[in-house]
């Protein structure tokens, strides 16, 4: 019996032509994936500039290496045998080069590569269905930078200018399109954080949108998108280059990025507690959207308890006080399991006739209320007022306000003890422990005043009015408020080292509190 052995020719163009088609769904994707393969080389400026032929991605202080380039020309010359073109492939692959690979795979592809590299001018040129060529010469500057020039037949260039502003909103590195600086960040932000742990990440809460979106980056550059359905909305940019190939795919990237996913909801909760906890954040359209976002972790379970007893709510009979979940449900079960409720910016036909059972609440915020709480919201009753009486008490109102602002410039009104609210009492009491034998009472002013026996704090001051949402829950936060008025504590070093010690020694992760301290901030995007 006589054994016929047949060899099968591997089409290496058809293999290269696969790679491209699976992992780019597009020729719009190329120009980012060039830019990405700059930022691989060491780049730290990249200038994208486009033309009706294509794209020239240009930057310095990034060579490409020559072995590079000469397996590059292997890869793509038909003519090679198939075995060291396949070897040429896997090298590029490996070394991180496979966006050239991609850019010179089509039949059409126009790739042209300039670069200066061990004192000798290095070109390569591809055209289409041509064989590629790499030229030495003796350089005519000495110029470090080096330019890619790539284009092919039926380009979308508007997509493919789109994608890459997108696909760079998140990169360390400095890119410009067509002259202009590529926007950063996320595109509505409230606040954002940065993360190291469990992956380098930065978290941003927007204004819009009903899902959170994972920007999944390579490198710095976009990637893939992930949607998580059902969690609280909020928008993440994740670097998973570390836990990933250089070929990962972009269902490979979201397969990486599943383990993290409860971890990564989990800080974004932490991040809307920690804002929520400035009474500076709960106002306005901004507000209810963040009251919003912590109700629905709470419907979801995610620190619940926190949220129960953050204060949250707008209450119109108690000024410059929230309420939280649980008092709510308190103030509810005292009144029959009813309450009321306007919207915000609501004008008021009248007077309410119960202040102290309304709630400032969007409609969002109020059917999610009615999940977690069960309370029942309705229109106030309202205790009309004929036009006479109500322009009387508005007139009386402005002269009381103008009184009062008068006294607060010329000499702080000393609060009394019964109206002040739980956290600024507790501010108090430690000041004058920190300040004693002198005495220092809360006032209506702006700006802190100083008597024959010791101060009068303004309670409207910003950084007084960040302490009383901190210090009740860490009195080290007495520090960082006694710098900010610039008092003479007695105690002043004792302050300082309660301080540096309560943010060294934080357990595993850092909160979000201590970047306050001189870390990284979280703050407005």
């Not at 009979?317 to 915000?344: C, K, N, Y």
């Not at 300040?435 to 100083?450: A, H, I």
């Not at 080290?476 to 301080?499: E, N, T």
């Given at each position: 019996?006589?054994i016929?052995?047949?060899?099968?020719?591997?089409?290496?163009?058809?293999?290269?032509?696969?790679?491209?088609?699976?992992?780019?769904?597009?020729?719009?994707?190329?120009?980012?994936?060039?830019?990405?393969?700059?930022?691989r080389?060491?780049?730290?400026?990249?200038?994208?500039?486009?033309?009706?032929?294509?794209?020239?991605?240009?930057?310095?202080?990034?060579?490409?290496?020559?072995?590079?380039?000469?397996?590059?020309?292997?890869?793509?010359?038909?003519?090679?045998?198939?075995?060291?073109?396949?070897?040429?492939?896997?090298?590029?692959?490996?070394?991180?080069?496979?966006?050239?690979?991609?850019?010179?795979?089509?039949?059409?592809?126009?790739?042209?590569?300039?670069?200066?590299?061990d004192?000798?001018?290095?070109?390569?040129?591809?055209?289409?269905?041509?064989?590629?060529?790499?030229?030495?010469?003796?350089?005519?500057?000495?110029?470090?930078?080096?330019?890619?020039?790539?284009?092919?037949?039926?380009?979308?260039?508007?997509?493919?200018?789109?994608?890459?502003?997108?696909?760079?909103?998140?990169?360390?590195?400095?890119?410009?399109?067509?002259?202009?600086p590529?926007?950063?960040?996320?595109?509505?932000?409230?606040?954002?954080?940065?993360?190291?742990?469990?992956?380098?990440?930065?978290?941003?809460?927007?204004?819009?949108?009903?899902?959170?979106?994972?920007?999944?980056?390579?490198?710095?550059?976009?990637?893939?998108?992930?949607?998580?359905?059902?969690?609280?909305?909020?928008?993440?940019?994740?670097?998973?280059?570390?836990?990933?190939?250089?070929?990962?795919?972009?269902?490979?990237?979201?397969?990486?990025?599943?383990?993290?996913?409860?971890?990564?909801?989990?800080?974004?909760?932490?991040?809307?507690?920690?804002?929520?906890?400035?009474?500076?954040?709960?106002?306005?359209?901004?507000?209810q959207?963040?009251?919003?976002?912590?109700?629905?972790?709470?419907?979801?379970?995610?620190?619940?308890?926190?949220?129960?007893?953050?204060?949250?709510?707008?209450?119109?009979?108690?000024?410059?006080?929230?309420?939280?979940?649980?008092?709510?449900?308190?103030?509810?079960?005292?009144?029959?399991?009813?309450?009321?409720?306007?919207?915000?910016?609501?004008?008021?036909?009248?007077?309410?006739?119960?202040?102290a059972?309304?709630?400032?609440a969007?409609?969002?915020?109020?059917?999610?209320?009615?999940?977690?709480?069960?309370?029942?919201?309705?229109?106030?009753?309202?205790?009309?007022?004929?036009?006479l009486?109500?322009?009387?008490?508005?007139?009386?109102a402005?002269?009381?306000?103008?009184?009062?602002?008068?006294?607060?410039?010329?000499?702080?009104?000393?609060?009394?003890?019964?109206?002040?609210?739980?956290?600024?009492?507790?501010?108090?009491?430690?000041?004058?422990?920190?300040?004693?034998?002198?005495?220092?009472?809360?006032?209506?002013?702006?700006?802190?005043?100083?008597?024959?026996t010791?101060?009068?704090?303004?309670?409207?001051?910003?950084?007084?009015?960040?302490?009383?949402?901190?210090?009740?829950?860490?009195?080290?936060?007495?520090?960082?408020?006694?710098?900010?008025?610039?008092?003479?504590?007695?105690?002043?070093?004792?302050?300082?080292?309660?301080?540096?010690?309560?943010?060294?020694?934080?357990?595993?992760?850092?909160?979000?509190?201590?970047?306050?301290a001189?870390?990284?901030?979280?703050?407005?995007?």
């Open positions: 019996m006589v016929e052995e047949r060899f099968f020719a591997i089409d290496v163009d058809s293999e290269i032509r696969s790679l491209c088609d699976s992992q780019l769904r597009g020729t719009w994707q190329m120009p980012a994936e060039l830019v990405r393969f700059a930022v080389s060491g780049a730290r400026e990249i200038a994208v500039t486009s033309g009706w032929r294509g794209f020239c991605v240009s930057w310095k202080r990034g060579p490409i290496a020559r072995a590079t380039l000469e397996n590059l020309a292997i890869a793509l010359d038909g003519a090679a045998e198939a075995s060291r073109r396949q070897e040429s492939i896997a090298t590029l692959e490996s070394s991180g080069a496979e966006a050239l690979l991609w850019a010179g795979g089509s039949a059409d592809a126009r790739l042209q590569i300039d670069g200066v590299v004192g000798r001018q290095l070109r390569f040129k591809r055209r289409a269905s041509r064989p590629p060529r790499l030229g030495l010469s003796v350089p005519t500057s000495s110029s470090d930078e080096v330019t890619v020039r790539w284009g092919c037949s039926k380009l979308d260039r508007r997509r493919a200018g789109l994608w890459l502003r997108m696909a760079c909103r998140f990169s360390e590195v400095d890119v410009t399109m067509d002259g202009q590529v926007a950063r960040g996320f595109t509505d932000g409230l606040y954002r954080m940065r993360l190291e742990d469990p992956l380098h990440c930065v978290i941003g809460l927007t204004r819009h949108g009903e899902e959170p979106i994972l920007w999944l980056l390579r490198d710095g550059i976009v990637a893939a998108r992930a949607v998580l359905p059902g969690y609280p909305p909020f928008e993440a940019a994740v670097e998973l280059g570390p836990v990933v190939s250089g070929a990962a795919s972009s269902s490979d990237l979201r397969r990486a990025v599943t383990p993290y996913v409860s971890d990564l909801c989990e800080r974004a909760v932490d991040m809307m507690i920690e804002v929520a906890g400035r009474p500076q954040s709960i106002s306005g359209p901004e507000g959207r963040l009251i919003a976002l912590l109700l629905r972790a709470a419907r979801r379970d995610l620190r619940r308890e926190a949220i129960r007893s953050l204060r949250l709510l707008p209450n119109l009979g108690e000024t410059h006080q929230l309420l939280s979940l649980t008092r709510l449900e308190a103030l509810a079960r005292w009144r029959g399991g009813r309450l009321f409720a306007v919207e915000p910016g609501e004008g008021a036909d009248g007077v309410l006739a119960d202040a059972s309304t709630i400032v969007s409609p969002e915020v109020r059917n999610l209320l009615v999940e977690l709480t069960g309370i029942r919201f309705q229109p106030p009753p309202r205790r009309h007022i004929g036009v009486r109500r322009m009387a008490g508005g007139a009386r402005i002269t009381v306000r103008a009184i009062e602002r008068g006294q607060g410039m010329l000499r702080p009104r000393i609060l009394p003890p019964d109206s002040l609210t739980a956290g600024e009492r507790r501010v108090l009491a430690l000041l004058r422990a920190a300040l004693s034998p002198r005495t220092v009472e809360l006032g209506n002013g702006k700006s802190l005043r100083r008597t024959a010791g101060f009068i704090v303004p309670r409207l001051d910003s950084a007084v009015v960040a302490a009383v949402g901190r210090v009740g829950d860490d009195p080290a936060w007495l520090y960082p408020l006694v710098l900010a008025l610039r008092l003479d504590v007695p105690s002043f070093g004792s302050l300082r080292k309660d301080w540096i010690t309560r943010v060294e020694n934080q357990p595993g992760r850092t909160p979000f509190s201590s970047r306050l001189g870390q990284e901030p979280v703050d407005g995007s």
